[in-house]
């Protein structure tokens, strides 16, 4: 245990995952600050040009007044007037140009784009339950949502392959453990003490804001709405944006006072910023004693069940476990919708590995993927994210090892397949400011979508810190061991301080000095030895005295000695894929939304591109119209694909084929039977609209093949007659 | 909302189930109490006699004193101390009588029995961690519990199982709400102000202790071990533990005292009870203004919603909804391991049907099974559960409706194809003050195991009562419509209070006559107009002025008029299966048990006949002996498997064979494949040990068929060659 605390207490340890995942999905624009603190050429030329001509109009006004005053004949009144129209316009035009710079680089048309974007995903995912504010009846509670149907399908799809991808392909130990989770585990674990966020009140009327979400609201605003700004004072504040994760609460205090920014609803005075603790508290039991929070996040629950998950795994390693499961932020003031909620599905791994091998069995089936990986080197020199082997990343050593790698490249396979775009997907490394000192490296699996690159996957390799916390504050170990298969010989440094003498010379802080003396590292002690063989007697620091006392000769005795070890114990290291399920599923909900015209081309239609994997419905099952003989082939088609496994919907009522279409085009459904006979059907796919033709009996099979993936859609429409319908579609 | 108000207003209406499903897990003892209550014959004569037998022997004691008092000669006081020792002899034998009865009916060895095979399953689900008291190392909270690995396997079988046989099979509607809840929403349910137990606590270290527990636990104590209490006072503890859930605080309170009842851990003085609300408060974002509650059940999320969720569903009846969740319960001192526990999984479902048609088109499918059922009437009349056909119980209106007992038979099937003995299994009918004043009807699926009959699934015919609740609340109409094909004419009451008479009549209590006016039933209405037109005036009591007044003439208008209406609107019933994952789970454990002696005899094999559907792992994979090929070949089938979507194992360790098969069948794992060739391997039957010889190609393939139950093992065992071991099987 001394060995653990030194090693503890030497730092100022950061809680497990303080940025993952729900916490900084502003930050990205602001991560990669170089990039973005380099302002723009043009645009400092512009903001410096629109100062001077600013100047400029301002003095030939006083001209013209001037000459006005002087009683100036018309004619030369006239010129000056024409000059300042002159500037005028001059003016107005590097506005102009201006304003376009600072649009496209964030604010502007781009943005009404993606804000129109998003609209258009929302109201289709509303409308169709996809999603619903909860506790709506009763106006609902900002940060919570309620998967509705189709939503709740989708989610249960994702995890369902994820367990299949992760848990099972890697034989993973899943784990399911409680929310509510006492004081004491979150305690060690850092989050009772720094699981904050920094808040402001409104002085007068008590509502609470995010600081660093004020200050960063007026620093856009400044820079895409106020033209006048310098183009030091736009510098100025790009700078603050790109600092604004590493504010003091001291330093955004004074930002905020210097800025003049108030409350926005009110434009009352803000109090100073605090801490407040996002954690959700409650108390176990009756007696009010024992503290407790809902967990906000699952890691914890298996960290301290490492010895036993160790144990059922045969005392081996390595090995994963997992857990899926609720986790809860108390928000200050959520917004951008399913992206920052208070309640959420998380779906972790912990794969424990030895420290001095971390080389992955497996790593050589995900080598060759090519994908977006945007380390820090590019991030610091304002590149982009590019494409690399993840082989190269590995063997170069961008990536810190291969069982990190593995996971890397085990994630990106996931999220493809989910149909997340791989061209909007990128891997970013941490910058040295943004990960925990004891983390050896760390990637974020970031996804575009309408709010930018947000965060979705955090992979990250841990050392040994969380397992240590625990160690120290159970008094638990959480160790491995590794037998030898001889007993080695090792060296081992023994300090021995002898009591007696150390008590005559330091009678109360004696103490003090034998623990100094025992804590010190193996070089120190070697050097203590050696002058003391020299000179009899040497000068020592004892910190928790502050001041150097003297020891001699006879007051400790240093040596190496040689022994026999048997078996190796340590402390795994523990490297971490945690999912934001609800993110991942809003990021693929906006990359599989399209909309096509009507086939009159009066509308447009609303369609979810979802691949089978995650389809809320696998098909639906229409009569071409209500006839008895129909609904009875289609009742029958139902029960076999019932009997397949295959979630369907059946649909007899008399709507047009074509709003049928279109009403699961936009639930994402990918094929429908159309019973148009009492022998053979029509299959349709949904983005291409193509039809073929299937004995009835052979219609359930057909689909169970695609939608497991046994056949793909190219396969069965090569063997399958084709449908052309003249009618039937919109 | 006139009329609403007055449906709800004249009730106390209670929340919604407050005694399922984890709340009386022990009172399913008292519930049948006329049974119990009326105390069996012979322990009656028994207790009478051992009375009258103690009462003997004291006086032959007193006899024999009285004679050596007396200096009797020393043969009359040997005859006399002979008949005392004859009498104590015989009191000794009606003792053993009498414990013989009191231990059949619940304690002594049939108790220690279940006490024992509890704790064998018990040792082997943490061994082999199935489930791990949470947060071990800290010691863990009682009433949290992690799933370990095969426990959570288990529990996402159970799961995905129910989605498939209750959601998919019957199209229902699934949402997904949050945990976190805001009071306004458990204010409509009642949870806010009745969701509560009673405690007590220790007057001098403030521990806390549920008032029924202590009271229950000393009437049990006193009737199993304390055989010198008269039969009256025996008769007078039974009827308390069959009143025990009616007791009020202050009936509780006395009992406590009059019995002289202490704190269990230090004798110390108890408080009087008072309620404690079992709902785990928080608080929601950062102003502290919004309290909130992680929610006790996962309905309140599903009534909520109704409206968006029959709008969904084409504004049709019926309709299902589901959902599959956490939820809490903050027990004041929880037993019972895991059926009694903090935190744990609902799946909830809600079906809303129009009140008039509660037929379900589907009953005809379970009208034929036949179970265990235990009716109200049977339970009055002391008798047992007894086998009824559902359809039966159906038409005889022993089962309210056909939607009823469609979820009774359909939650039949359920349970006994995960694995539960169906001659453990009953479907128990609530007796009248049991339930609800709103529910129509009630029935619990209890299962019993160790801890006697539990109910783990209930399921309720609630009317109308919690979608009236949240209209009440929320203001937001939670109703159905049903437009009809042609306008209907009906005849409707109206009554029309003057005001300006009523107002000169009573001026300031002008309103209260009003709203009494307008509140009455339609007979009352109809007969104060009789009363009007023959004598010209009437008296008319107004509850909220507590006093008669005097209705003239004038002062009122009551008509009945014909209006054409095009629809009906009313607020659906909803019929709700609840299910208690974790209750069922655990039953499952107990019931999927047994232990079998090991070839040699000396030792006792633990095993869990889960079947192939639930078990954690469907297969494990050894080769014979550590030999490359064998490993090789092992592999290969591994992959087989994993393509094939089936999870398993693989175990190249060199243990025996014998003890490898002893540690999977401890997992309730199914099948084992053997690799003792490079062409063909054999797979085992957990419970028959029955092996037979199949290729290496056609492994994966068999194992599967009989995994997803396309084939029996009887099947396969009578399709392909036996493979009779001398040597491998224990």
Redesign the interface.
């Known amino acids: 245990m001394r060995l653990l605390s030194s090693l503890l207490s030497s730092t100022n340890p950061l809680p497990h995952h303080f940025n993952f995942p729900l916490r900084n999905a502003f930050s990205f624009q602001f991560r990669n600050f170089p990039r973005l603190f380099s302002m723009d050429s043009s645009e400092r030329s512009l903001r410096n040009a629109l100062s001077l001509k600013q100047l400029a109009v301002e003095a030939q006004g006083d001209a013209v007044r001037a000459l006005k005053a002087a009683g100036a004949a018309k004619a030369e009144i006239d010129v000056a007037i024409e000059a300042l129209n002159g500037l005028k316009i001059e003016k107005a035009s590097i506005e102009k140009q201006l304003q376009a710079v600072v649009s496209g680089a964030g604010g502007g048309d781009g943005a009404l784009n993606r804000e129109s974007f998003r609209q258009a995903v929302g109201n289709t995912l509303e409308r ?2 996809f999603y ?1 504010p ?5 106006r609902g ?2 940060g ?6 189709p ?3 989708v ?2 799809n994702v995890l ?1 392959f994820w ?2 991808h992760f848990v ?2 890697e ?1 993973m ?10 004081e ?2 979150l305690k060690a674990s850092g989050h009772v003490d720094k699981f904050t966020d920094l ?1 402001v009140k409104d002085e007068k009327t ?3 804001y995010r600081a660093d979400h004020l200050l960063k609201d007026f620093c856009n605003e400044k820079l895409q709405k106020d033209l006048s700004i310098s183009s030091e004072k736009a510098a100025e504040l790009k700078h603050i944006l790109a600092i604004l994760d590493d504010l003091s609460a001291d330093d955004l205090g004074a930002k905020i006072k210097e800025y003049g920014i108030t409350a926005p609803d009110t434009k009352n005075p803000l109090s100073d910023p605090y801490p ?1 603790n996002l954690m ?8 009010g ?2 503290p ?1 929070y ?1 967990r906000p996040e699952t890691a914890q ?1 298996i960290f ?2 490492f ?3 160790y144990y ?1 795994n ?1 005392n081996k390693l390595p090995f994963a476990a997992a857990q899926i499961g ?1 986790a ?1 932020r ?4 959520p917004r951008q919708g399913l992206l920052r909620v ?2 959420f599905t998380l779906a972790e791994i912990e794969h424990f590995v030895d420290p001095e091998d971390k080389s992955h069995p497996k790593f050589a089936d995900v080598a060759n993927l090519e994908f977006l990986m945007f380390p820090r080197e590019e991030q610091m020199s304002g590149n982009s994210a590019k494409k690399i082997p993840l082989g190269e990343a590995v063997s170069k050593g961008t990536v810190n090892n291969e069982t990190l790698g593995y996971f890397i490249g085990r994630v990106y396979l996931f999220l493809t397949r989910l149909g997340i775009d791989k061209d909007r997907l990128r891997f970013r490394q941490h910058l040295a400011n943004e990960m925990a000192h004891y983390a050896a490296d760390c990637w974020d699996a970031e996804i575009e979508c309408s709010y930018g690159w947000i965060e979705c996957v955090g992979i990250a390799d841990r050392s040994a810190y969380d397992l240590h916390a ?1 160690t120290e ?2 008094g ?1 170990p ?1 160790v491995a061991h590794e037998k030898f298969a001889e007993p080695k010989e090792v060296e081992k440094l023994v300090i021995a301080p002898v009591k007696k003498e150390l008590g005559l010379a330091f009678k109360g802080s004696q103490k003090n000095v034998v623990e100094a003396l025992e804590a010190m590292k193996e070089k120190e002690a070697l050097e203590m030895k050696a002058t003391l063989e020299s000179n009899e007697e040497v000068e020592f620091y004892v910190c928790t005295l502050g001041k150097n006392v003297l020891i001699k000769k006879g007051m400790v005795a240093i040596s190496k000695e040689k022994k026999k070890e048997h078996q190796r114990v340590f402390t795994p290291s523990v490297i971490e894929p945690s999912f934001g399920i609800g993110r991942i599923i809003y990021c693929l909900f906006e990359h599989s939304y399209y909309m096509r015209p009507s086939k009159a081309g009066d509308e447009h239609l609303n369609v979810f591109r979802f691949p089978p994997l995650v389809a809320p419905i696998k098909c639906t099952v229409f009569p071409l119209v209500q006839n008895q003989q129909y609904e009875q082939v289609a009742k029958a088609i139902s029960k076999s694909l ?1 009997v397949a ?1 295959i ?1 369907h ?1 059946i649909d007899i ?1 008399g709507t047009s084929i074509g709003k049928r279409y279109a009403r699961t085009d936009e639930l994402g459904v990918p094929f429908a039977i159309t019973v148009d006979s009492a022998s053979s059907v029509t299959i349709r796919e949904r983005d291409s609209k193509d039809q073929i033709r299937v004995g009835v009996e052979e219609a359930a099979s057909v689909v169970k093949d695609v939608t497991d993936g046994l056949r793909t859609w190219e396969d069965v429409w090569s063997t399958f007659p084709h449908h052309v319908s003249a009618s039937t579609e919109d």
Chains 1, 2 share one sequence.
């Open positions: 169709r339950l619903i909860s506790f709506k009846i009763y509670v900002a919570l949502y309620d998967y509705g149907p939503g709740c399908a989610k249960s369902a367990r299949q099972l392909e034989n130990l899943e784990v399911d453990c409680p929310c509510v989770t006492p004491v585990v808040m008590g509502t609470c407040f959700f508290q409650t108390s176990i039991g009756p007696s004693l024992l407790g809902m629950g301290v069940n010895k036993d998950l059922y045969g609720q809860f108390n928000e200050i003031s208070r309640e625990h504050k159970s638990v959480l019932t496994g979630s919907k009522t």
